[in-house]
């Protein structure tokens, strides 16, 4: 194929992955690698934002966005009272919608395997003998 | 009177404050949900009828207003509902059809055009597409050829703007591709593009409607030495056979028309063609509109009841369930009904909606487009479908960037159903609709399907507050899966809705308090018959829990509680008897003896 495929990935979505190859018990979060970022623009909705940010694993998110160099000013540990501060959940806004990983791999943190962004789309599947 | 010449009429016939009777078709079962939707958005009363509902609503903004409707297919203005006694017995079939002639005088045409030319906006530029839908189909050899169109269509979605027209020119491009296995031998890939002066189109098949379930042919034919009609024409010329000069050299201001007869209910003496034949005479005589069965202008709806008589006027000129959708697959969902599901749902701000079996992603785009404050995440494992969905975003943001509009919140994975790749307890909504075994997968296949599906489904979704809304034509597999897992799931809905002829269902579902526990007693005890039926020998067996170890005795879990009542619980939620049938199931006893 000589077109190169773009892979959209949000760090939202990355923050609920996880590895599922049998016998894995420690198989959250997927390493992230990138090897190429787009920022693309979303419409910026602060309840959305608010009502999202306690279904995070945060720190997970927080390595993820700082593995693939997009953390920004974004705060290490959550404040209290996030959901009146505005400009932080812009901040949040930004890096869990609007920074998307273009190619890359995903790779389970106890196995080493690698899950591969191909075609756009991150292939999940697991061959016969992982499951 | 004089001749109805559209532009005469403007819009100062009809006030603001007048109001437009609007007729819109919904797919048989979801009445309920489309009265609820045109209730909540525009406040007004709704009358259901079986696959159609009814209301009005006054001239001032209604285009705008009805457009925000999406659970709606078709929608009409009516002209004239009104009873004529005697229409379904009477055998003197000449009478009949003269009267049906004569009915044109009767009616006030006036508001329901100008609402029509409201509504569509420009007259007489655009008219109407040709009345057959032709399928055009792909072969499966082609699936390369298709990924690599895809490719083409993601990758542009974040090119610059100076590729606008071929953006364009890819939007604009219709192909509608369907992997029907019997033909694929047969057929070729096709597009059809508008404006390109290369047009191949291999019809096979007629679109038919089957909401109403009533055949859907019409015909107008100006059949003038038949026509038992005495001279109404308004010059005062005398047209028994010959066709006046007015009718035949339309000036622009004309629209073209053709009459649309669906008739039922009774067996009348006369055919819905005759009907609209008569009825399309008297509009051509009267009002002085020309005819035109493929590039008609207006359409009107004459719709036969009984004793029962509806005129309209056709609002949309194709039905609105296509929308979102460029790249359709084997099994695309209707975009009306999904938007239904989602209402089914109760979706919320702040949620994740997962579409574990997305197909062509159709769910979750509807679902990105009108309930934007949500993350809707898709997944498939075929390998055509993940680009498909992807192609499909692309397409609508491709045309949201160049309306200054941020991209929708989809995101598309490929996965297993059955071994999803998220976290326990993440998703809020699940809604997917779940392949019915006909034209995908089979009834066999299902119940292992089924069974993989609901069980990770109940450990990825959110206890007590998540809830599950799965479209499945295959009831006698689900509901044996759902009383399998009846401490996981509680069944709190079932809507039979009708979709091409299959009789489908809507279960919703609410997720109960219950943990997702290690292996589930029902399973293991099945493989443990299996094992026995197979002769294993008894020292041998093994237990095949979920995803525990093996050989663990049954008798240690038997001894936990659950804490809330197994059971079905099926609540009336404002159903009326006379658009879905309920089921009752009583509650399955569990087997506890080893």
């Known amino acids: ?131 | 009177m004089a001749s109805l010449d559209v532009e005469g009429i403007g819009c100062c016939v009809v006030q603001n404050e007048d109001l437009i009777r609007i007729d819109a078709t919904v797919t048989s079962g979801l009445e309920q949900i489309a009265k609820e939707e045109v209730e909540e958005k525009l406040g007004t009363k709704v009358v259901k009828r079986r696959g159609r509902i009814r209301f009005d609503t006054p001239y001032k903004d209604f285009a705008h207003k009805i457009q925000s409707l999406r659970t709606l297919e078709n929608l009409h203005v009516v002209v004239a509902d009104f009873e004529k006694e005697g229409l379904a017995t009477d055998s003197d079939k000449d009478a009949v059809l003269k009267h049906f002639y004569q009915l044109v005088k009767t009616f006030d045409w006036g508001p329901a055009v100008c609402a029509w030319k409201t509504f569509t906006g420009a007259f007489p530029h655009e008219p109407g597409p040709p009345k057959k839908k032709q399928k055009i189909q792909d072969s499966a050899k082609d699936t390369s050829k298709m990924l690599e169109r895809y490719e083409n269509i993601i990758s542009r979605e974040d090119g610059p703007d100076s590729d606008k027209t071929q953006d364009e020119a890819a939007d604009r491009t219709e192909s509608v591709l369907s992997e029907d296995a019997q033909d694929s031998g047969t057929a070729k890939v096709v597009t059809q593009e508008k404006g390109m002066s290369k047009m191949e189109i291999f019809p096979l098949q007629a679109d038919t409607q089957t909401s109403s379930g009533i055949q859907n042919v019409a015909t107008i034919v100006k059949d003038k030495a038949s026509s038992p009609c005495t001279n109404l024409s308004t010059d005062g010329q005398d047209d028994t056979n010959t066709v006046p000069a007015a009718v035949e050299n339309h000036g622009p201001l004309k629209p073209k028309f053709r009459v649309t007869c669906n008739r039922g209910g009774a067996k009348h003496s006369f055919t819905s063609m005759d009907a609209a034949r008569h009825f399309g005479g008297g509009i051509n005589d009267d009002l002085g509109w020309p005819v035109d069965l493929t590039k008609f202008d207006i359409e009107v709806v004459l719709n036969i009841y009984g004793d029962q008589v509806t005129v309209m006027i056709a609002l949309t000129k194709g039905s609105l369930h296509r929308r979102n959708i460029q790249h359709f697959g084997p099994t695309t969902l209707r975009s009306t009904i999904v938007n239904s599901m989602l209402r089914i749902a109760n979706v919320q701000a702040g949620e994740v909606i997962c579409d574990p079996m997305c197909g062509s992603g159709a769910i979750s785009i509807e679902g990105g487009l009108d309930f934007r404050q949500c993350l809707h995440l898709s997944g498939d494992n075929h390998e055509c479908a993940c680009p498909r969905t992807r192609a499909n975003i692309a397409t609508i943001n491709n045309q949201r960037r160049r309306s200054g509009q941020g991209v929708l919140p989809v995101d598309t994975l490929r996965w297993d159903v059955g071994n999803l790749p998220l976290r326990d307890e993440t998703v809020d909504v699940f809604i997917t609709d779940m392949p019915f075994g006909k034209r995908h997968g089979s009834k066999q296949g299902n119940w292992e399907l089924y069974r993989r599906t609901v069980r990770d489904m109940a450990r990825v979704c959110r206890y007590s507050t998540g809830r599950a809304v799965l479209l499945t034509e295959d009831k006698k597999c689900l509901n044996k899966v759902l009383t399998e897992y009846d401490s996981l799931w509680s069944k709190k809905l079932v809507l039979f809705i009708k979709m091409g002829g299959l009789d489908a269902a809507i279960y919703q579902l609410k997720r109960t308090n219950n943990p997702f526990p290690k292996f589930l007693e029902h399973e293991l005890l099945s493989s443990k018959r299996k094992q026995k039926k197979m002769g294993i020998p008894r020292s041998e067996r093994v237990g095949e829990p979920i995803t525990e170890q093996l050989g663990e005795p049954i008798t240690e879990q038997l001894g936990e509680p659950f804490t809330e009542q197994p059971g079905v619980n099926m609540g009336e939620e404002g159903m009326e008897e006379n658009f879905g049938k309920q089921t009752e199931e009583t509650p399955v006893s569990r087997d506890t003896s080893t």
């Open chain 1, 1 to 131: 194929m000589l077109l190169s495929f773009r892979t959209i990935m949000r760090l939202l979505t990355h923050n609920m992955l996880t590895s599922h190859v049998k016998g894995v018990t420690n198989g959250y979060p997927l390493k992230l690698q990138a090897e190429n970022i787009k920022v693309m623009s979303v419409d910026f909705n602060p309840e959305f934002v608010a009502r999202m940010i306690p279904k995070l694993e945060w720190q997970a998110l927080i390595q993820a966005a700082e593995s693939i160099g997009h953390l920004g000013d974004l705060p290490r540990e959550l404040m209290p009272e996030y959901e009146s501060n505005e400009e932080f959940l812009k901040m949040a806004h930004h890096v869990l919608m609007e920074v998307e990983v273009i190619e890359g791999n995903l790779e389970c943190p106890e196995t080493g395997r690698k899950f591969p962004i191909k075609n756009g789309i991150p292939n999940m599947l697991l061959n016969e003998d992982e499951v």
